[in-house]
């Protein structure tokens, strides 16, 4: 099973791509994490942020994997403890489907994408900074993958 983040936006700070990296690395024998950073639709005067999230959802929905499970990253989605992720991961393992975890612009995602979506996960009450979410995505894979594998990194 493989996993692949689509985000909205491009040129994330260096902390975030090198924490990013980092995560990534960790969990490529648990579970392999590819990025793939999707440009924002064009906003500003004059300019309608509906079809801005209409472009964006299109391309967010033609970078997922064919027959990947859609999870959503959503202020309105499902929150997860470590270990509820954790359970979340071994549920997916046994679907034996991809992942694509959606993170969407500054609009938020588009109707179709949500319709896409098999399952929404929230990271918290708080809004986050999309670039944040990345980081913060990569790095709560690694800690389920690592309580699933009896792993120390997680002491909870």
């Known amino acids: 099973m ?7 936006g491009e040129g ?6 090198e924490g990013f990296s980092e995560y990534r ?18 906003r500003g005067k004059g300019r309608d942020p509906r079809r801005a999230m209409q472009d964006e ?3 967010v929905l033609a970078a997922v994997p064919k027959g990947a499970r859609v999870v959503l990253l959503d202020g309105g989605g499902r929150p997860h403890s470590s270990e509820d992720l954790a ?4 549920h997916w393992r046994a679907g034996g489907q991809d992942l694509a975890f959606l993170i969407g612009g500054p609009d938020g995602h588009a109707p179709e994408v949500r319709t896409a979506a098999a399952e929404s996960w929230a990271l918290g009450p708080a809004t986050l900074p999309h670039m944040l979410v990345r980081l913060i995505v990569a790095e709560q894979l690694y800690r389920a993958a690592s ?10």
């Open 2 to 8: 493989k996993a692949r983040l689509i985000a909205v």
């Open 12 to 17: 994330a700070p260096g902390w975030v791509t």
């Open 25 to 42: 690395k960790r969990l490529s024998h648990w579970l392999p994490l590819d990025l793939v950073e999707i440009a924002p639709g064009l």
């Open 57 to 59: 959802g299109a391309r």
């Open 87 to 90: 359970a979340r991961l071994e």
């Open 147 to 156: 309580i699933l594998a009896n792993h120390p990194y997680h002491r909870g």
